[in-house]
């Protein structure tokens, strides 16, 4: 991607949003006090969300999740538009009650799983769960998306009936938690402009999918039930210091001002993560001159001198410490200048042996550097013993089991426990001993069964 190309997609997100707040303006005229929402997507890859929310009253978006889209991806979702908004409350603007229509196999949704996916929206932040479409269309490219009333026309409906008994259940205990906050220790760094240059590189390798690196990160910590605030690679120092720990994967653009905001961070006591493709170019997509990652180079205490790219299904050994895994797309061939060797590179590349992972302590904090995207299994063997030094709030749950957790005025917590699969599952979590069910009125102690997709709403003081 050339510089002008940098530029277009810039000025395309800016006009899009111009025709927003046109609109917006023209509402306003004859409605000063409405919200007026619209609907985002997720991690739809045009528009820069977070200079969006700057000009939405709330934001809102549509959760349309595949049929082989993994739970923690769409938890980090929900996250992301709540961060956008300042981790203000969202609104899930739609989702549908049963099947979509644009897959190429459009699966319909279990007994279940519906209520579980808005009660997850709830979970994470949403004020507000809707639907579309209230009644199926007969005609149109549509006719075949999901609704409440389907083409039969009738309440007897399987979809009726669910969305119904789900209407019940939010309108009972849904106003106590309206307006309840998540607090979290951790942020995770999702910059659009790294988004386009990442995906739009000629070189060295088409392999790379953005949301799917900032979820590899996500997804150790969601497993763990450690809650993340996802924020702009800009975020003020002020703000950035709430955080023990900072992410940001993939951080192929660093825009003015932020390796500096990084360094104090760290040197005051944060702990950074970043990793291959980070600091490579400036906010012009022009390379950084003097070495990889740039202007992050002194922080993270290596010098990256070459990037392998690995073929697809290719893999390259990595080993040290606690982790024994795999790496796949790339691999950053490291020379430390400062910074501690964690893990190194297997196999038999010229490389083998060369640091792989990498610690630099910097000022009174700790920067890693991960050189290759590591696999489920070794993302979570390095995360874990970072979760432990920062004493982050982990609880252990059940395969597909995910547990997060609101705060209420008053010191009320509103703990959702869901399963997010169609196998029964038990549990012991004695931090949840004591609380309430709300749908239920159950008073929990010890053992919790959950049905296949289902969801348990817990206050606690």
Avoid at 89 to 101: G, I, V
Avoid at 415 to 423: E, G, M, T, V
Wanted: aromatic share 10%.
């Amino acid at each position: 991607m050339s510089g002008l190309q940098m530029d277009y997609r810039r000025f395309q997100s800016q006009a899009q949003l111009a025709c927003y707040t046109n609109e917006r303006d023209a509402i306003r005229e004859y409605d000063a006090t409405t919200p007026i929402p619209t609907n985002l997507m997720g991690t739809f890859k045009d528009l820069d969300y977070f200079e969006w929310a700057k000009e939405m009253d709330v934001v809102s978006w549509d959760n349309y999740p595949g049929m082989d889209t993994p739970p923690s991806f769409t938890a980090m979702c929900h996250d992301l538009m709540r961060g956008i908004g300042g981790n203000k409350p969202f609104m899930l603007m739609e989702q549908t009650p049963n099947q979509q229509n644009w897959f190429p196999f459009c699966k319909v949704k279990q007994p279940g799983e519906v209520r579980k996916l808005s009660w997850q929206a709830v979970a994470h932040g949403a004020d507000t769960v809707r639907f579309f479409q209230m009644k199926q269309s007969l005609g149109g490219c549509e006719r075949f998306h999901g609704a409440v009333i389907a083409h039969d026309g009738t309440e007897e409906s399987r979809v009726f009936k669910e969305t119904a008994a789900l209407g019940e259940e939010l309108d009972r205990i849904g106003r106590r938690i309206m307006g309840s906050r998540i607090e979290s220790r951790v942020a995770i760094m999702f910059d659009w402009q790294s988004y386009w240059l990442l995906e739009g590189c000629v070189g060295p390798t088409t392999g790379f999918n953005y949301p799917n690196e900032v979820h590899r990160f996500y997804r150790a910590l969601w497993r763990r039930n450690v809650p993340v605030d996802m924020i702009a690679s800009t975020t003020p120092l002020a703000r950035l210091s709430q955080y023990d720990l900072a992410i940001a994967p993939a951080l192929i653009t660093v825009l003015p001002g932020v390796a500096e905001t990084l360094e104090a961070y760290v040197a005051d006591g944060g702990t950074f993560i970043t990793g291959y493709m980070a600091g490579i170019h400036d906010e012009h997509d022009l390379v950084v001159p003097g070495g990889y990652p740039g202007k992050l180079r002194r922080l993270m205490g290596v010098w990256v001198e070459e990037i392998d790219a690995l073929a697809p299904g290719e893999t390259i050994e990595v080993h040290g410490g606690t982790v024994d895994a795999k790496g796949e797309i790339v691999a950053s061939i490291i020379h430390r200048e400062g910074a501690e060797r964690l893990a190194t590179y297997g196999g038999d590349e010229f490389y083998a042996g060369h640091s792989a992972l990498t610690v630099n302590a910097y000022g009174k904090g700790k920067a890693y550097f991960v050189g290759t995207p590591l696999d489920e299994t070794g993302m979570s063997a390095f995360m874990a013993p970072i979760i432990k030094e920062l004493d982050l709030k982990s609880l252990d749950t059940p395969e597909d089991v995910s547990l997060s957790v609101r705060y209420g005025d008053g010191g009320t917590r509103y703990a959702f426990l869901i399963n997010n699969s169609a196998a029964d599952k038990r549990l012991c979590l004695s931090e949840l001993n004591g609380g309430t069910e709300l749908l239920t009125g159950t008073v929990i102690n010890d053992l919790i069964e959950l049905k296949p997709y289902g969801v348990d709403v817990i206050a606690l003081r």
